[in-house]
C-alpha cells in the first residue's frame, strides 16, 4: 500500500533534500487508491520514531512547493529551511521529536 525509509548520503552523492552526512533523508509513497486514510502518517511517524531512537539529530525531505504533503510534514515538526528551484528543503529536529509525534 505504501512504502517510506530514511537514509542518509554524502556531499558527493545525494538527493534533493540533502543537508548534511548525518542527517537521513525522508522518501515516502502511498499508493493512489490509498491516500488520505492515515497510512502515510503513521509511516511517518514511525520513521520519525526510529530516526530519533537511532540518535539522528534531525531528518530532512524534499517536497514541490505545491504538494499537498507539506501540511502533513508541517503537522510532524518539519519546517521549510530551503528552496531549491520549486521545491523546499524540509528538516525535523529530534529535539522536539515528543511534541510533535502525538
Ligand atoms: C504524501 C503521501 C505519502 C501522504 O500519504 P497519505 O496516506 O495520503 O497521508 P495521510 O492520509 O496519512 O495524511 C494525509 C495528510 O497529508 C496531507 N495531504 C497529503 N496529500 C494531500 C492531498 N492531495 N490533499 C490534501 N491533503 C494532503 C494533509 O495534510 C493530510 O492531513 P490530514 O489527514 O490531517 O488532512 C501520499 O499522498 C503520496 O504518496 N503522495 C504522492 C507521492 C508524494 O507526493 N510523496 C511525497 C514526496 S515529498
Known sequence: MGAAWYRT???ANHGYGFVA???PELSIAVVASRRHGGIGRRLLIEL????VAQGY???SLSVAEN???RGLYESTGFVPVEKHGR???MV???ARSNRATR
Open 21 to 23: 552526512d548525518d542527517v
Open 48 to 51: 520519525i520514531e526510529a530516526s
Open 57 to 59: 539529530r534531525a531528518m
Open 92 to 94: 525535523r529536529s529530534a
Open 9 to 11: 548520503y554524502t556531499e
Open 87 to 89: 521545491s523546499w528543503t
Open 67 to 69: 504538494n499537498p504533503a
